[in-house]
């Protein structure tokens, strides 16, 4: 390890973390910062440096070329970010205002980068290719900003960039059906409560993840049917202690008990009483009899 001031990749990143910035440009300084040389000979680059050709840049983070480039202009406002373009070899990038990195400690006698890197082959800018890409080319817009400014009055979500995100983030959840520009503003007031004056995209993306909807159709309850009326007739009612589904061994069972003559003068005594058809008859009879113990059910 060497000792000048370069800070770990961990500091690179969270101060990125906390810098606005395109998401293109915020991809492009973790990939940097993850490839910075603290010993000189990592990946051919010196100390303080990463280095990258713009094709290699394009392989592991799956950004277009136009992309890139406009990214890196960013990271060169807002970082110093500074490019040493080399021919056939990759190209030298450090952050030259996030440190001061002693090059000359591991580069030799004051010699500038250019003249140290062109010594001797050896010297020169090689190294393994790139691991493959974590990301995959999508429709997302890479010149979205990794951060949103709260704002007490929200205004059209359709006149930001974010109006996209969150189209595509309340796909297959609980707020698929609910407004873009509701979420929106939702999203503000929910910061604006808690004092925060810029908030992450990816606190966004989880807001949609997680909104329901406030008013949900719930299903009526079913109309009580209305309780079936008593039943008043007297034929039936004799009938109910003998089940229906017995009335065959019922007959059977009182002609042998009572007689066959026995059993005609009941069913037509329940006929002329109550002017009732045979079958009816019958049943109340068949009821009254286990009603009597006579026969049973």
């Given at each position: 390890?060497?000792?000048?001031?370069?800070p770990?990749?961990?500091?690179?990143?969270?101060?990125?973390?906390?810098?606005?910035m395109?998401?293109?440009?915020?991809r492009?300084?973790?990939?940097?910062?993850?490839?910075?040389?603290?010993?000189?000979?990592?990946?051919?680059?010196?100390?303080?440096?990463a280095?990258?050709?713009?094709?290699?840049?394009?392989?592991?983070?799956?950004?277009?070329?136009?992309s890139?480039?406009?990214?890196?202009?960013?990271?060169?406002?807002?970082?110093?970010?500074?490019?040493e373009?080399?021919?056939?070899?990759r190209?030298?990038f450090?952050?030259?205002?996030?440190?001061?990195?002693?090059?000359?400690?591991?580069?030799?006698?004051?010699?500038?980068?250019a003249?140290?890197?062109?010594?001797?082959?050896?010297k020169r800018?090689?190294?393994?290719?790139?691991?493959?890409?974590?990301?995959?080319?999508?429709?997302?817009?890479?010149?979205t900003?990794?951060?949103?400014?709260?704002?007490?009055?929200?205004?059209?979500?359709?006149q930001t960039p974010?109006?996209?995100?969150?189209?595509?983030?309340?796909?297959g959840?609980e707020?698929?059906?609910?407004?873009?520009?509701f979420?929106?503003?939702?999203?503000?007031?929910?910061n604006?409560?808690?004092?925060?004056?810029?908030?992450?995209?990816?606190?966004?993306?989880?807001?949609?993840?997680?909104?329901?909807?406030?008013?949900?159709?719930?299903?009526k309850?079913?109309?009580?049917a209305?309780p079936?009326?008593a039943?008043?007739?007297?034929?039936?009612?004799?009938?109910?202690p003998?089940?229906?589904a017995?009335?065959?061994?019922h007959?059977?069972?009182?002609?042998?008990?009572?007689?066959?003559?026995?059993?005609?003068?009941?069913?037509?005594?329940?006929?002329?009483?109550?002017?009732?058809?045979?079958?009816?008859?019958?049943?109340?009879?068949?009821?009254?009899?286990?009603?009597?113990?006579?026969?049973?059910?």
């Open positions: 390890m060497t000792t000048s001031t370069i770990h990749s961990g500091d690179f990143m969270r101060l990125f973390a906390r810098t606005p395109t998401g293109a440009a915020l492009i300084a973790n990939t940097l910062a993850g490839y910075i040389s603290y010993d000189g000979k990592f990946r051919g680059a010196p100390c303080g440096f280095a990258f050709t713009m094709k290699e840049l394009q392989t592991i983070t799956g950004i277009s070329d136009r890139i480039r406009s990214a890196l202009d960013e990271l060169a406002h807002l970082f110093g970010l500074t490019i373009r080399r021919h056939h070899d190209h030298l450090t952050f030259s205002k996030v440190h001061g990195a002693d090059v000359n400690a591991v580069r030799g006698e004051g010699l500038s980068p003249e140290n890197a062109d010594i001797s082959y050896e800018v090689t190294g393994s290719p790139p691991p493959p890409s974590l990301y995959t080319r999508t429709k997302s817009n890479n010149d900003p990794s951060s949103i400014q709260i704002l007490d009055w929200a205004g059209s979500v359709y974010f109006a996209a995100i969150i189209e595509d983030a309340k796909k959840t707020a698929a059906g609910m407004d873009t520009q979420l929106w503003k939702g999203f503000h007031m929910l604006v409560r808690h004092d925060r004056a810029i908030a992450p995209l990816s606190w966004l993306v989880a807001f949609v993840r997680k909104a329901k909807p406030t008013f949900q159709h719930k299903p309850a079913p109309v009580p209305a079936p009326t039943c008043t007739d007297p034929v039936q009612l004799m009938a109910r003998a089940p229906f017995n009335r065959a061994f007959e059977s069972d009182l002609r042998r008990a009572i007689g066959p003559d026995a059993y005609e003068q009941r069913v037509a005594a329940i006929q002329s009483t109550y002017n009732a058809p045979r079958f009816a008859a019958q049943l109340a009879v068949h009821g009254q009899a286990v009603r009597e113990g006579t026969i049973d059910r």
